[in-house]
């Protein structure tokens, strides 16, 4: 069993920054990638950023090149460093694990089993 909890959401101005960060607890040793994953009221949840064991990347069009996605060298916490917000940004920030034997692309939601409560990003212009 792994649990995961988010912090660092909050409120900004457009074009400002927050770290988002993910503390992964328990079973840790079984997971491959991790990812943050985002929904806005009304909308789809939407894969935003994925890291795997090795540290690579990956990025949905929307965000690449304003948001770094990183975990630390116990692998047991996943960061999201998040520059030049938008308002379109704004949106509910769930963390989410991997576990062996599932199966999906680095953003797709079928590859992630463990999902933590998540915490708002609000972004006004």
């Known amino acids: 069993q792994v649990q995961l909890v988010e912090s660092g959401g909050g409120s900004v101005q457009a074009g400002g920054s927050l770290r988002l960060s993910c503390a992964a607890s328990?079973?840790?040793?079984?997971?491959?990638?991790m990812a943050w994953f985002r929904q806005a009221p009304g909308l789809e949840r939407e894969g935003v950023a994925a890291i795997g064991l090795a540290g690579q990347p990956s990025y949905s069009d929307s965000v690449k090149g304003r948001f770094t996605i990183s975990r630390d060298n116990t692998r047991t916490t996943l960061f999201l460093q998040m520059n030049s917000l938008k308002p379109e940004d704004s949106a509910m920030y769930y963390c989410a694990a991997h576990r062996r034997g599932r199966s999906g692309s680095a953003l797709s939601e079928s590859l992630y089993y463990y999902w933590g409560q998540g915490t708002q990003v609000t972004v006004s212009s």
């Open positions: 328990g079973a840790t040793y079984d997971i491959i990638w």
